[in-house]
């Protein structure tokens, strides 16, 4: 004896074995037995055999019409053995009444399952919304496989051209053309966003990368509201003649200097930086616009500011025109290196000249500078700054315990031509961390920070700090010292036009500048103010995630000077194990299969290929790289590098490509 049984969604054939009061032992054809229970058996059967049964049900039952079925069938539930019986017009054999069963199992649109062997035609409304979804199932499934069969043939569809952005970064995977596109990318082995690369739904590698960061960061556009100038009360003019040091490229002027040299190794230096908090108060409508950017995202020949035009323009310190600063002014003793007044003022300011590092840097060396017979640019102002520039980093040094490594290159990126096109050439400018003008600059802002930090914390007004001990580099309210910097606590300060912790602190000093004791009420911010907190975390997030855009933008772009210049062959540093700085360019790789040789030993590389959309450079190692003077050059670099790293020296005070600290 034979029987058919439910099990597991489907019904399956055996023979008994042996039967108990509530469960059956049986055997499939396979000779594998199971204990099933007596309630799953829908049938019992002498012939044909459990094989043979199931095979020609299978065949019968494709043959039923399950529309005809529902007409034919009792409205009613009804049992399959008597539907089989009416259908048939005599008692049903095991095979005839299997395949209706098996016909009635796999059509749950027309009958709906009511317990073993039983089902109840569905209620035509019912039936007509279902048969109605198939049908719409059906069309679809025809649609997303039209579809997929273009991109295969090499052409994008244009409702999937409309959805590519969405596709790419944010699926909803339920979607028409989510499906098409899955469909697409099995067939052809490729992952989405590459497909829709080759398809052209952006226009190059680096529309996609460009486009990916824009839609996480900036979903409703770059773009600013048109608005009018911001409004303020203009502080006093300022008597002094003020130099800002930047890049060519630097737009947003928010730092200078100025320097009175007094008598006896003394220097007065002022340390002035643009003051938009003036017009952007706590929670105003610019406030808002610069507290959801957090900063300015920079990238190889173009920038997203955190602030709109009319503000840069009016706060930015351009030469010639006055412009209110908030300026710290600190008598120093050039040769302790000892700070021996600071006076903190709201005030006017007109900036002399904005100087700029590819006109000065080729004159003002370092041997020039401490030359005093020596003919030098601005020397009334560059050998003063320098010199207590020099004596403020021996003090830092002191307390550091060890001397500041100033030697590490860094490399600035020019893009001639429009930036968004992958075609215009790129030139990447490497440049001297240490340089004199870095160095001095550097060490103003420096000591802006820690000074207008300890006021804050003076006056009982909270900021926002960045500490480092024991290696460990944290944003917080309170005043905590900067090991590796040697200061004993460090506030973002000095640029507000830049960077959203910087314009809030500024909001706090003005408070200070302008009510002194009284400063703790009228601070924007008050102690323990939760929102201060807010802007922490939320600053953290968005500088990680634009430090990261631009470190991908930077890699893009060395891709591209090396396709531009044609390379196939480069030495580079080794950094660790297998991991190379190439020579010539900022471009960190992997290389499969090198040996482990010391940090710092320079090796050949052959380049086999890149990928302009995962920046990955493919090489291969050659040997021992070139002994040049450059190259050992670059190798001390490297090696001073990562120890700086190491030895938790690897805070910059640098932010950007510009020299805003």
């Known amino acids: 004896m034979h029987v058919l049984y439910e099990d597991d969604g489907g019904f399956k054939a055996a023979t008994i074995f042996s039967e108990a009061e509530a469960s059956l032992q049986v055997e499939a054809a396979s000779g594998k037995r199971s204990k099933i229970k007596k309630s799953n058996v829908v049938l019992r059967f002498a012939n044909p055999d459990p094989a043979t049964l199931m095979r020609e049900a299978e065949a019968a039952g494709a043959e039923l019409d399950p529309a005809f079925l529902w007409e034919v069938a009792p409205q009613e539930e009804f049992g399959v053995t008597d539907l089989a019986a009416e259908y048939h017009g005599h008692a049903p054999s095991a095979v005839e009444e299997t395949a209706l069963l098996l016909c009635l199992h796999g059509a749950p649109v027309y009958f709906h399952r009511r317990g073993r062997g039983r089902y109840r035609p569905a209620p035509p409304d019912i039936l007509q919304a279902a048969l109605a979804a198939l049908e719409k199932k059906r069309l679809q499934a025809e649609q997303q496989q039209a579809w997929a069969d273009q991109m295969l043939a090499g052409t994008l569809p244009e409702s999937i051209a409309r959805q590519a952005d969405v596709l790419a970064f944010r699926p909803d995977k339920n979607s028409m053309e989510w499906k098409a596109l899955d469909l697409a990318c099995t067939q052809a082995q490729k992952n989405p966003v590459r497909l829709l690369l080759e398809l052209g739904a952006w226009a190059s590698p680096l529309a996609l990368l460009r486009r990916r960061f824009l839609l996480e960061q900036f979903p409703k556009g770059t773009g600013f509201a048109d608005m009018a100038a911001p409004s303020f009360a203009a502080p006093p003019a300022a008597q002094v003649r003020a130099y800002s040091f930047d890049d060519i490229s630097t737009t947003e002027i928010d730092d200078a200097l100025s320097v009175t040299d007094l008598a006896a190794d003394r220097i007065r230096v002022g340390v002035h930086i643009a003051a938009p908090a003036l017009a952007v108060s706590r929670d105003s409508e610019l406030d808002q616009i610069a507290r959801q950017r957090m900063s300015t995202v920079y990238m190889p020949g173009d920038k997203i500011p955190m602030q709109p035009d009319p503000v840069i323009r009016t706060f930015s310190l351009d030469e010639g025109k006055p412009v209110p600063a908030l300026s710290l002014y600190a008598?120093?003793?050039?040769?302790?290196?000892?700070?021996?007044?600071?006076?903190?003022?709201?005030?006017?300011?007109?900036?002399?000249?904005?100087?700029?590092?590819?006109?000065?840097?080729?004159?003002?060396?370092?041997?020039?500078?401490?030359?005093?017979?020596?003919?030098?640019?601005?020397?009334?102002?560059?050998?003063?700054?320098?010199?207590?520039?020099?004596?403020?980093?021996?003090?830092?040094?002191?307390?550091?315990?060890?001397?500041?490594?100033?030697?590490?290159?860094?490399?600035?990126?020019?893009?001639?031509?429009?930036?968004?096109?992958?075609?215009?050439?790129?030139?990447?400018?490497?440049?001297?961390?240490?340089?004199?003008?870095?160095?001095?600059?550097?060490?103003?802002?420096?000591?802006?920070?820690?000074?207008?930090?300890?006021?804050?914390?003076?006056?009982?007004?909270?900021?926002?700090?960045?500490?480092?001990?024991?290696?460990?580099?944290?944003?917080?309210?309170?005043?905590?010292?900067?090991?590796?910097?040697?200061?004993?606590?460090?506030?973002?300060?000095?640029?507000?036009?830049?960077?959203?912790?910087?314009?809030?602190?500024?909001?706090?000093?003005?408070?200070?500048?302008?009510?002194?004791?009284?400063?703790?009420?009228?601070?924007?911010?008050?102690?323990?103010?939760?929102?201060?907190?807010?802007?922490?975390?939320?600053?953290?997030?968005?500088?990680?995630?634009?430090?990261?855009?631009?470190?991908?933008?930077?890699?893009?772009?060395?891709?591209?000077?090396?396709?531009?210049?044609?390379?196939?062959?480069?030495?580079?540093?080794?950094?660790?194990?297998?991991?190379?700085?190439?020579?010539?360019?900022?471009?960190?790789?992997?290389?499969?299969?090198?040996?482990?040789?010391?940090?710092?030993?320079?090796?050949?590389?052959?380049?086999?290929?890149?990928?302009?959309?995962?920046?990955?450079?493919?090489?291969?190692?050659?040997?021992?790289?070139?002994?040049?003077?450059?190259?050992?050059?670059?190798?001390?670099?490297?090696?001073?590098?990562?120890?700086?790293?190491?030895?938790?020296?690897?805070?910059?005070?640098?932010?950007?490509?510009?020299?805003?600290?």
């Not at 004596?391 to 001639?416: C, H, I, K, M, Q």
């Not at 929102?531 to 990261?548: H, N």
């Not at 938790?648 to 950007?656: A, L």
Request: include cysteine; hydrophobic fraction near 40%; proline fraction near 5%.
């Open 331 to 661: 008598t120093i003793d050039t040769q302790s290196g000892e700070v021996l007044e600071t006076d903190t003022r709201l005030e006017t300011i007109t900036i002399a000249a904005n100087l700029r590092h590819h006109e000065l840097e080729p004159l003002v060396t370092e041997a020039a500078m401490e030359d005093d017979t020596r003919e030098l640019p601005y020397a009334e102002l560059l050998r003063p700054l320098w010199r207590g520039a020099k004596a403020l980093l021996r003090v830092r040094e002191t307390v550091r315990g060890r001397p500041e490594l100033n030697n590490r290159v860094e490399y600035s990126f020019y893009v001639d031509g429009d930036p968004t096109d992958p075609e215009s050439v790129v030139r990447i400018v490497p440049r001297q961390r240490g340089a004199p003008l870095d160095r001095m600059v550097a060490e103003y802002m420096i000591l802006a920070n820690s000074v207008w930090g300890g006021m804050l914390a003076q006056h009982g007004v909270p900021g926002i700090y960045r500490s480092q001990q024991m290696g460990r580099v944290r944003m917080s309210t309170h005043a905590l010292p900067h090991e590796a910097m040697g200061v004993p606590q460090y506030a973002w300060c000095t640029s507000p036009l830049r960077r959203y912790v910087d314009l809030v602190n500024q909001q706090q000093l003005i408070a200070i500048a302008e009510h002194g004791v009284s400063a703790r009420l009228a601070a924007p911010y008050k102690p323990k103010d939760a929102d201060l907190f807010a802007v922490i975390g939320a600053f953290e997030s968005k500088y990680t995630a634009y430090q990261s855009f631009q470190d991908s933008m930077e890699r893009y772009w060395c891709l591209r000077w090396l396709r531009q210049h044609g390379v196939t062959r480069s030495d580079a540093v080794v950094v660790r194990d297998d991991v190379v700085r190439l020579a010539d360019i900022p471009f960190y790789t992997r290389v499969a299969g090198m040996p482990m040789l010391q940090r710092g030993e320079v090796v050949a590389l052959e380049i086999l290929g890149m990928d302009e959309v995962e920046l990955t450079l493919e090489c291969r190692y050659l040997g021992d790289g070139a002994a040049s003077a450059l190259l050992d050059g670059a190798a001390s670099l490297e090696v001073a590098m990562s120890a700086t790293a190491e030895a938790g020296q690897g805070e910059s005070p640098v932010h950007g490509p510009d020299t805003a600290v």
